[in-house]
C-alpha cells in the first residue's frame, strides 16, 4: 500500500508530498503554494483521491473511505 501522495494544485500548480492516514479521510486540504482550501471533487472520498498522484489506502484496498 502506497502511503504518500503528490498532492497538486489546480489553482498554482504547487506540489506537495503527503503521507496519507490509514484510517481516515482527508476532507479539506490547504495548499502550501497560495493557501486556497481544496476539497475533493464531486464523486471522489478525499483530497487524496482527487488531487493527488495516489488514491488514499482505503481506496488502494478496494473498498470507500467515506
Same mark, same amino acid.
Given at each position: 500500500? =502506497?502511503? =504518500?501522495?503528490?498532492i497538486?494544485? !489546480?489553482?498554482? *500548480?504547487?506540489?506537495?508530498?503527503?503521507?496519507?492516514?490509514? %484510517?481516515?479521510?482527508?476532507?479539506f486540504? %490547504?495548499?502550501? *503554494?497560495?493557501? =486556497?482550501?481544496?476539497?475533493?471533487?464531486a *464523486? %471522489? &472520498? &478525499?483530497?487524496?483521491?482527487?488531487? *493527488?498522484?495516489?488514491?488514499? !489506502? !482505503?481506496? =488502494?484496498?478496494?473498498?470507500?473511505?467515506?
Amino acid at each position: 500500500m =502506497q502511503r =504518500q501522495s503528490t498532492i497538486r494544485c !489546480p489553482a498554482c *500548480g504547487h506540489e506537495s508530498i503527503e503521507t496519507m492516514p490509514t %484510517d481516515a479521510c482527508v476532507f479539506f486540504y %490547504d495548499c502550501k *503554494g497560495c493557501g =486556497q482550501r481544496l476539497k475533493p471533487k464531486a *464523486g %471522489d &472520498c &478525499c483530497v487524496f483521491c482527487s488531487y *493527488g498522484s495516489a488514491p488514499c !489506502p !482505503p481506496m =488502494q484496498s478496494g473498498g470507500c473511505c467515506g
